[in-house]
Structure formats: C-alpha cells, structure tokens
Nanobody, 123 residues
Framework: QVQLVESGGGLVQAGGSLRLSCAAS????????MGWFRQAPGKEREFVAA????????YYADSVKGRFTISRENAKNTVYLQLNSLEPDDTAVYYC????????????????WGQGTQVTVSS
C-alpha cells in the first residue's frame, strides 16, 4: 500500500510563491501517475497538475499553466508543485494523489489521496 504525505501549504500574499511537496512511501512501483487537485470552499475538487511517475510527461489545468510547475524526485519518492504568481482564486485545500491507471486529469484516475494542505492567498 502507498501512503502520501503533503506539506508546504500556508498563507501568502497575491503574487507570491509556495512549493508543495508530496512524499510517497510503500509500494510505489505500482504508481503510474501522481497528481495535484484542489478544492476551494463551496466548490468541487478540480484537477491542477499531474506527472507520470516514469518519464517526463506533465499535465496542467488551463487555469494554472505558466504559473504552476509539477516535478518529481524519484530518489526521494517525492512530487513537488511549485506555485508562482499566486492569486486569491488559488486559495484551496491542495490534495496529492497517486494513480495506477492512465487517466491523469480526472479523479477517477487516482485511487490514493493525501490528507490535503491548505493554501491561502491574500489580496
């Protein structure tokens, strides 16, 4: 079984940056893709970014392209999400997820979720 632990959330002013981390432990050899989703108050959870566990393919939501960057460090079994040029609309709980199927941009492609980390962007 794989476990995911997120870190790096916090409070930042608009225009600022944060880096989120997601450390995976356990049977990581089954992972096909790692993703980040977010859920703002009163809204549905939405896809943010994803990266293949092997290879370099990345996926981004249109709303974050050019501002957020997903990367991984396989030696540490860790995926990162660099958040730049943050806007108040980016305020949400950010969830890391691991998937074993080839469906990187939808929740159905993921079968394991972290506990979430809060990102708050003040105007």
């Amino acid at each position: 079984q794989v476990q995911l632990v997120e870190s790096g959330g916090g409070l930042v002013q608009a225009g600022g940056s944060l880096r989120l981390s997601c450390a995976a432990s356990g049977r990581t050899s089954n992972i096909y893709v790692m993703g980040w989703f977010r859920q703002a108050p009163g809204k549905e959870r939405e896809f943010v970014a994803a990266i293949r566990w092997s290879g370099a393919t990345t996926y981004y939501a249109d709303s974050v392209k050019g501002r957020f960057t997903i990367s991984r460090e396989n030696a540490k079994n860790t995926v990162y999400l660099q958040l730049n040029s943050l806007e108040p609309d980016d305020t949400a709980v950010y969830y890391c997820a691991a998937g074993v199927r080839g469906m990187p941009v939808v929740e159905a492609g993921y079968n394991l979720w972290g506990q979430g980390t809060q990102v708050t962007v003040s105007s």
